[in-house]
């Protein structure tokens, strides 16, 4: 129960269904997340943290970034609800716009290389 409860309470948040559905487009790093969706960097650090403790997420050390993408499951919970998702939600306008972003958005551009 407390599994199912954790997952559910991942897609209580609209930001957090933003950013799954930008991943399914490409792989990305907080530096492009925060660009797409205008909220601070640590607000989108929190949600990433969030959805990757409800196993919607994996990270991965690139250079000087962590790339975000989603997560190969088998948990039959999470595979359906990541089906759904592809599914659902597509039509929604702000849906399309982030997804159009995601084509566009360079973290090359956006985070300094220190």
């Not at 959805?51 to 000087?64: H, N, P, S, T, V």
């Not at 989603?70 to 929604?92: K, P």
């Amino acid at each position: 129960m407390r599994r199912l409860e954790k997952i559910f309470k991942a897609l209580a948040d609209r930001n957090r269904i933003r950013i799954l559905k930008m991943l399914e487009v490409k792989p990305m790093c907080v530096c492009e997340i925060t660009e797409i969706l205008g909220i601070a960097q640590s607000s989108v650090s929190r949600h990433l943290s969030i959805l990757r403790e409800a196993g919607f997420l994996i990270d991965e050390k690139d250079g000087l970034w962590v790339i975000y993408s989603l997560a190969g499951s088998t948990d039959d919970v999470l595979v359906s609800v990541i089906t759904g998702l592809r599914r659902w939600g597509n039509s929604d306008t702000r849906i399309q716009r982030d997804r159009e972003m995601v084509e566009t958005v360079s973290r090359e551009e956006l985070c300094s290389k220190g």
